[in-house]
């Protein structure tokens, strides 16, 4: 089994960084994709970023694309989410995800969840 715990989660002003950190056991680690999704209350889970396990390719949604800053250090088993330059509208439970599919960004291609991580971005 895949065991993902986040941590980093808070609360920030408009403007600020905060960076999530993803520690990961059980499989495989330096095999699979790493992505991140959030979750606002009344709306669906949406991609944010992920990395490739081939290459550690990094890629992103278009609304966090130069602002978020994904990054994977397959030695300790970590993927990390620098968030800079935050927004209201950033504010979501944050989860870590594991993907056997390389460049996968549907919730549906990934198959190991962590518990998540709360952002608040006040205004």
């Known amino acids: 089994q895949v065991q993902l715990v986040e941590s980093g989660g808070g609360l920030v002003q408009a403007g600020g960084s905060l960076r999530l950190s993803c520690a990961a056991s059980?499989?495989?680690?330096?095999?699979?994709?790493m992505g991140w999704f959030r979750q606002a209350p009344g709306k669906e889970r949406e991609f944010v970023a992920a990395?490739?396990?081939?290459?550690?390719?990094?890629y992103y949604a278009d609304s966090v694309k130069g602002r978020f800053t994904i990054s994977r250090d397959n030695a300790k088993n970590m993927v990390y989410l620098q968030m800079n330059s935050l927004k209201p509208e950033d504010t979501a439970t944050y989860y870590c995800?594991?993907?056997?599919?390389?460049?996968?960004?549907?919730?549906?291609?990934?198959?190991?969840w962590g518990q998540g991580t709360q952002v608040t971005v006040s205004s």
């Open positions: 059980g499989r495989t680690f330096s095999t699979a994709t």
């Open positions: 995800a594991r993907s056997g599919i390389n460049y996968a960004r549907a919730t549906y291609d990934y198959n190991f």
């Open positions: 990395i490739s396990w081939s290459g550690g390719i990094p």
